[in-house]
C-alpha cells in the first residue's frame, strides 16, 4: 500500500489544537477492483485475428469501435462511440459516412516513440483492411466480404494470387478517409442492418504504428483508445486489465427501462460518475465449473458470469435466488442469452459429410437420437429450451412459434432411416456398418472440463441405443477450435452468440462462403446460399421473415447442425459490485466501465 505524509495545519478538525503541526501518515485510497473469471482459455487480442468470445471480451475493453449498444437501452439502439453523431447513411444503404470525434488518444506506448497519438479516421480504414490481408488470417473478414465493400475482396484476391504483401496504399472506393476525422464506406448492394456490425470490436481502430511495432506478436500487445490496457496476461491462467490513464472524459448517463428495477438502481447509483470507475478488472482462467463456483462463494471473486448449471439447484432454487445468497446481499441477473449450443458435422468429411440422401440419413438419424431433453433436465439442469433452430431467441427473425424435428427424440425413427439406407451390422460384432461395408465410427471433439464430460455421457448413450460406435477425442478449447477451423474435425459442439440483435448473426454458420470462419460445418448448398444473399439486401419486413424462415427449414432438412438448445444464463454479483447489467451486444468488455466496486465492503483476495 503506498502511504504519503500530510501536514496538517489550522485548528478545523484538531482536538483542542494539541495535535498543530504535527506529521500523520494517511493511506491512499484503496484501489477499485472487479475480479472475475473466464470458463475458457482465451487466445489473443488482435481485433483482425480474434475469433473466440473470451479474447474478443477482453479487446472489447481495450478498444473502440465507431458504434455502440446503448447498455441499458430497451430495445436495442446504437449511439456513437468515437463518432461525433451516428453516421449519414445514402437512401440506398450503401453509402456510409463516418465523423471521428477529434481528441481521443491512444494509451501511450513505445510503438508512438513518445508521441502522443490521436485517433484519426485512418485507424478505422486501416483496421478494415486489416481484415482482407491475408497475413492475419481474419475469421471475421466473410462479415465485410458479404457486405460487399468496393474494392477490397479484389486487393485480397490479388495478394493471394500474386503472392505478394496487401497493398495498404492503394485507395478504394469501399473503406477510404475523406478529411482527418472523416471516412466513408460504400458498398456494392444495398445493407439495411451494415450499422449493426459497427458495433463490434473487429472492426475498433487500430494504429498502423503499433501493428508494424510488434509484427506477428501484436496479439500479445493490444493497444487502442478504450477505458483500460492490457497490464498483465499469463496466457491460459491469468489476465489483468488496468485503467487507461489516457481516457477521454465521459460520464455515465445511462437510460433504465421502465420497471427494471436493477438498471434504475445502477443508473441512481452512477450517473455523472467518471469513466471508467474500477482501477483495475482480474481475470482468472478457471475452466472446472467447481472451482469457479467455491471461489464466488468465498467472495474471490465478485462476478459469477453464468452460474454452473449443475449448481442451479443450490443457487436457485425454482430459479429464485436461495435464501442464504439472498441474506449476503448477492444480486442475481436471469436472462435468455441470443445464443445457440450445436453439434456440427463437418459436411467435406468421408463419413458425416456429403449431401447425398444416404449421408443427410445418417446425420438425421444421429440427431433424432440425441435426447435433448434429457440433456435439458440432467445435464444443464433446466438452464435451457430445447433449439427448433440456427436462429436464437432476442434477434429479429426469431420465431418462437416455429418447431422442427430438431428437439425430437424418436430412436425407433432414427433406426428406421439408418435400416433404409444400409447402415446396418454387416460383420455380426453388434455395431452398425457405413453402406459399402467400412466401419462407422464417429469422432466427436471435447473438452477436458467436467461438464463436457457431462455432454459425452450424453452422446454415448444415445449412440449406443442406436447402434452406432462414437469415439471421443479431448483438447484443450484453443487447440479444437483451431482444428475446426482448418476443417480436421468430424464433429464438435460449440456455442454461438449473436453480436447484433438480428438473425443474419446467425445465419452465417451456414452461408458457404463462410467455410473455415463462422461456418464450422462447410455447409455449402447453393439453395441456401441464395436465400442468405436475398434476405440481407432487403429491409425488416414480412418478405425477410419467409426467407430466414425458408432457410431455418433447409438447415433442418439437410442438418450440417444439430441445434441442441438456447441456453438461459444467470449472472450473480457481490453486493459490493455497483452497477451490474447485462446487455448481451454490448458485451461484458465494454460493460466493465460502467460498473464499480465498493472497497469498503469488497472481501479481502
Given at each position: 500500500?503506498t502511504?504519503?505524509?500530510?501536514?496538517?495545519?489550522g485548528?478545523?478538525?484538531?482536538?483542542?489544537?494539541?495535535?498543530a503541526?504535527?506529521s500523520?501518515?494517511?493511506?491512499a485510497?484503496?484501489?477499485r477492483?472487479?475480479?472475475?473469471s473466464?470458463?475458457?482459455a482465451?487466445t489473443?487480442?488482435d481485433?483482425a485475428?480474434?475469433?473466440?468470445?473470451?479474447?474478443?471480451t477482453?479487446a472489447?475493453?481495450?478498444?473502440d469501435s465507431?458504434?455502440?449498444?446503448?447498455?441499458?437501452a430497451?430495445?436495442?439502439r446504437?449511439r456513437?462511440?468515437?463518432?461525433?453523431?451516428?453516421?449519414?447513411v445514402?437512401?440506398?444503404?450503401r453509402?456510409?459516412?463516418?465523423?471521428?470525434?477529434p481528441?481521443?488518444?491512444f494509451?501511450?506506448?513505445p510503438?508512438?516513440?513518445?508521441?502522443?497519438?490521436?485517433?484519426?479516421?485512418?485507424?478505422?480504414?486501416?483496421?478494415l483492411?486489416?481484415?482482407?490481408d491475408?497475413?492475419?488470417?481474419?475469421t471475421?473478414?466473410?462479415?465485410?466480404?458479404?457486405?460487399?465493400?468496393l474494392g477490397?475482396s479484389e486487393?485480397?484476391?490479388?495478394a493471394?494470387?500474386?503472392?505478394?504483401?496487401?497493398?495498404?496504399?492503394?485507395?478504394v472506393?469501399g473503406?477510404?478517409?475523406?478529411?482527418?476525422?472523416?471516412?466513408?464506406?460504400r458498398?456494392?448492394?444495398?445493407?439495411?442492418?451494415?450499422?449493426l456490425?459497427?458495433?463490434?470490436v473487429?472492426?475498433?481502430?487500430v494504429?498502423?504504428?503499433?501493428?508494424?511495432?510488434?509484427?506477428?506478436?501484436?496479439?500479445?500487445?493490444p493497444?487502442?483508445?478504450?477505458?483500460?490496457r492490457?497490464?498483465?496476461w499469463r496466457r491460459a491462467?491469468?489476465?489483468?486489465?488496468?485503467?487507461?490513464?489516457?481516457?477521454?472524459?465521459?460520464?455515465?448517463?445511462?437510460d433504465?427501462?421502465?420497471?427494471?428495477?436493477?438498471?434504475?438502481a445502477?443508473?441512481?447509483?452512477?450517473?455523472?460518475?467518471?469513466?471508467?470507475?474500477?482501477?483495475?478488472?482480474?481475470?482468472?482462467?478457471?475452466?472446472?465449473?467447481?472451482p469457479?463456483w467455491?471461489?464466488?462463494?468465498?467472495?474471490e471473486?465478485?462476478?459469477?458470469?453464468?452460474?454452473p448449471a449443475?449448481?442451479?439447484?443450490?443457487?436457485?432454487?425454482?430459479?429464485v435466488?436461495?435464501?442464504?445468497?439472498?441474506?449476503?446481499?448477492i444480486?442475481?441477473?436471469?436472462?435468455a442469452?441470443?445464443?445457440?449450443?450445436l453439434s456440427?458435422?463437418n459436411?467435406?468429411?468421408?463419413v458425416?459429410?456429403?449431401y447425398?440422401?444416404?449421408?443427410?440419413?445418417?446425420?438425421?438419424?444421429?440427431?433424432?437420437?440425441t435426447?435433448?431433453?434429457?440433456?435439458?433436465r440432467?445435464?444443464?439442469?433446466?438452464?435451457?429450451?430445447?433449439?427448433?433452430s440456427?436462429?436464437?431467441p432476442?434477434?429479429?427473425?426469431y420465431?418462437?412459434?416455429?418447431?422442427?424435428?430438431?428437439?425430437?427424440?424418436d430412436p425407433?425413427?432414427?433406426k428406421?432411416?439408418?435400416?433404409?439406407?444400409?447402415?446396418v451390422d454387416?460383420?455380426g460384432?453388434?455395431?452398425r456398418?457405413?453402406?459399402?461395408?467400412?466401419?462407422?465410427?464417429?469422432?466427436?471433439?471435447?473438452q477436458?472440463d467436467?461438464?463436457?464430460?457431462?455432454?459425452?455421457?450424453?452422446?454415448?448413450?444415445?449412440?449406443?441405443?442406436?447402434?452406432?460406435?462414437?469415439?471421443?477425442r479431448?483438447?484443450?478449447?484453443?487447440?479444437?477450435?483451431?482444428?475446426?477451423t482448418?476443417?480436421?474435425?468430424?464433429?464438435?459442439?460449440v456455442?454461438w452468440?449473436?453480436?447484433?440483435p438480428?438473425?443474419?448473426?446467425?445465419?452465417v454458420?451456414?452461408?458457404?462462403?463462410?467455410?473455415?470462419?463462422?461456418?464450422k460445418?462447410?455447409?455449402?448448398?447453393?439453395a441456401y446460399?441464395?436465400?442468405?444473399?436475398?434476405?440481407?439486401?432487403?429491409?425488416?419486413?414480412?418478405?425477410r421473415?419467409?426467407l430466414?424462415?425458408e432457410?431455418?427449414?433447409?438447415?433442418?432438412?439437410?442438418?450440417?447442425?444439430?441445434?441442441?438448445?438456447?441456453?438461459?444464463?444467470?449472472?450473480?454479483?457481490q453486493?459490493?459490485?455497483?452497477?451490474?447489467h447485462?446487455?448481451?451486444?454490448?458485451?461484458?468488455?465494454?460493460?466493465?466501465?460502467l460498473?464499480?466496486?465498493d472497497?469498503a465492503?469488497?472481501?479481502?483476495?
Amino acid at each position: 500500500m503506498t502511504r504519503r505524509r500530510t501536514i496538517i495545519q489550522g485548528a478545523a478538525g484538531l482536538a483542542g489544537g494539541a495535535l498543530a503541526g504535527v506529521s500523520l501518515v494517511a493511506r491512499a485510497a484503496p484501489q477499485r477492483v472487479l475480479r472475475t473469471s473466464f470458463r475458457v482459455a482465451e487466445t489473443g487480442f488482435d481485433p483482425a485475428q480474434i475469433s473466440d468470445l473470451y479474447s474478443r471480451t477482453v479487446a472489447a475493453a481495450i478498444f473502440d469501435s465507431p458504434l455502440e449498444f446503448e447498455f441499458l437501452a430497451r430495445p436495442y439502439r446504437l449511439r456513437p462511440a468515437t463518432l461525433v453523431a451516428l453516421p449519414e447513411v445514402s437512401a440506398d444503404y450503401r453509402s456510409f459516412t463516418f465523423r471521428v470525434r477529434p481528441g481521443i488518444f491512444f494509451t501511450d506506448d513505445p510503438a508512438f516513440k513518445g508521441a502522443r497519438r490521436e485517433l484519426v479516421a485512418e485507424d478505422f480504414v486501416y483496421a478494415l483492411k486489416r481484415h482482407y490481408d491475408p497475413r492475419w488470417k481474419s475469421t471475421n473478414v466473410y462479415r465485410l466480404e458479404a457486405a460487399r465493400l468496393l474494392g477490397l475482396s479484389e486487393l485480397r484476391r490479388a495478394a493471394i494470387a500474386d503472392k505478394t504483401p496487401f497493398d495498404y496504399a492503394r485507395e478504394v472506393e469501399g473503406a477510404r478517409t475523406l478529411d482527418r476525422y472523416t471516412y466513408r464506406i460504400r458498398l456494392a448492394e444495398s445493407s439495411p442492418r451494415f450499422l449493426l456490425q459497427m458495433a463490434d470490436v473487429s472492426w475498433a481502430a487500430v494504429a498502423r504504428e503499433v501493428v508494424e511495432f510488434y509484427g506477428d506478436a501484436i496479439s500479445e500487445h493490444p493497444v487502442g483508445t478504450g477505458p483500460f490496457r492490457l497490464g498483465e496476461w499469463r496466457r491460459a491462467s491469468r489476465i489483468v486489465l488496468e485503467r487507461n490513464p489516457g481516457y477521454r472524459h465521459e460520464v455515465y448517463a445511462e437510460d433504465p427501462p421502465a420497471g427494471d428495477k436493477l438498471a434504475r438502481a445502477a443508473a441512481d447509483a452512477l450517473t455523472g460518475r467518471r469513466l471508467p470507475m474500477l482501477d483495475r478488472i482480474e481475470i482468472a482462467i478457471i475452466e472446472e465449473n467447481q472451482p469457479r463456483w467455491l471461489a464466488f462463494l468465498n467472495g474471490e471473486l465478485d462476478l459469477l458470469d453464468e452460474l454452473p448449471a449443475e449448481f442451479a439447484d443450490l443457487a436457485i432454487p425454482n430459479n429464485v435466488l436461495a435464501p442464504n445468497l439472498r441474506k449476503r446481499g448477492i444480486h442475481m441477473l436471469r436472462y435468455a442469452r441470443s445464443d445457440v449450443s450445436l453439434s456440427y458435422f463437418n459436411m467435406e468429411d468421408p463419413v458425416v459429410g456429403g449431401y447425398t440422401p444416404d449421408k443427410v440419413a445418417l446425420r438425421r438419424a444421429i440427431s433424432l437420437a440425441t435426447d435433448v431433453d434429457k440433456e435439458i433436465r440432467l445435464v444443464r439442469h433446466n438452464q435451457a429450451i430445447p433449439g427448433q433452430s440456427h436462429i436464437a431467441p432476442g434477434v429479429w427473425g426469431y420465431d418462437p412459434a416455429f418447431k422442427s424435428e430438431m428437439s425430437d427424440f424418436d430412436p425407433a425413427r432414427a433406426k428406421a432411416l439408418l435400416d433404409l439406407y444400409g447402415y446396418v451390422d454387416k460383420n455380426g460384432d453388434g455395431w452398425r456398418d457405413q453402406p459399402d461395408g467400412s466401419p462407422l465410427v464417429l469422432h466427436y471433439a471435447t473438452q477436458p472440463d467436467r461438464a463436457s464430460r457431462s455432454l459425452v455421457e450424453l452422446w454415448q448413450k444415445n449412440m449406443d441405443a442406436i447402434g452406432i460406435r462414437i469415439e471421443f477425442r479431448t483438447a484443450k478449447w484453443p487447440e479444437n477450435l483451431k482444428a475446426s477451423t482448418a476443417g480436421k474435425l468430424m464433429m464438435w459442439g460449440v456455442g454461438w452468440t449473436a453480436g447484433t440483435p438480428d438473425a443474419e448473426d446467425f445465419m452465417v454458420l451456414a452461408y458457404g462462403p463462410n467455410k473455415g470462419q463462422s461456418n464450422k460445418a462447410r455447409f455449402d448448398l447453393p439453395a441456401y446460399n441464395a436465400v442468405y444473399q436475398a434476405q440481407r439486401v432487403l429491409p425488416d419486413g414480412p418478405e425477410r421473415q419467409a426467407l430466414i424462415t425458408e432457410a431455418k427449414k433447409l438447415v433442418v432438412a439437410y442438418m450440417p447442425y444439430k441445434i441442441h438448445v438456447h441456453r438461459i444464463y444467470t449472472d450473480l454479483a457481490q453486493p459490493w459490485v455497483i452497477g451490474y447489467h447485462r446487455n448481451t451486444f454490448t458485451g461484458q468488455g465494454r460493460s466493465w466501465r460502467l460498473m464499480d466496486v465498493d472497497p469498503a465492503l469488497q472481501a479481502p483476495a
